[in-house]
């Protein structure tokens, strides 16, 4: 067990020399977002077959889930180059209707995150529920697909696009 330990640490200067995450960019991106927005929905999904009645978890609550994946698409759908007016030149509304596509998306994410915070604070915590994992899953699941949608947004270059 210890000699595979040893070849290990001795290996892992090479692997670590020879990494370049620039060229990786968009693939780590896309993993890590993918995983982030996959785990969100794991969690409502456990927790809607966990507890199946409405009385513990009310399947209304599930809408956030819907608009924060809707929301995801709105924010990546439009390119940085398309927002700074870069490459987005016909058409009739130009740069302008990207920004506020972008904007709306953005505030379909936040908004969903804000209404999942309040199912988890209004529906379980303050009426002192005696389940509350599926207001956390709620929460979390929105939380998960925020940061994935930033990560997704934020992580990609879009030099190779060009």
């Excluded at 915590?125 to 899953?137: D, E, L, N, R, T």
């Amino acid at each position: 067990m210890s000699q595979c330990c040893i070849a290990m640490r001795e290996n892992l200067g090479a692997v670590c020399d020879n990494w370049d995450a620039g060229e990786r960019r968009n693939f780590i991106a896309a993993v890590v977002s993918g995983a982030l927005f996959a785990l969100g929905w794991w969690l409502v999904i456990d927790a809607a077959a966990r507890y199946p009645s409405t009385e513990e978890f009310n399947h209304a609550y599930h809408t956030c889930g819907v608009i924060a994946s809707l929301a995801m698409l709105m924010v990546n759908t439009v390119s940085n180059g398309q927002v700074r007016g870069d490459m987005y030149t016909d058409g009739c509304i130009g740069p302008y209707g990207a920004r506020v596509w972008l904007f709306l998306g953005l505030m379909l994410s936040f908004g969903s995150l804000i209404a999942a915070c309040w199912i988890l604070f209004g529906g379980y915590v303050i009426a002192k529920s005696a389940v509350q994992w599926p207001g956390v899953a709620i929460f979390l699941q929105n939380m998960f697909i925020f940061f994935s949608s930033i990560i997704y947004k934020i992580g990609r270059s879009e030099d190779n696009w060009s």
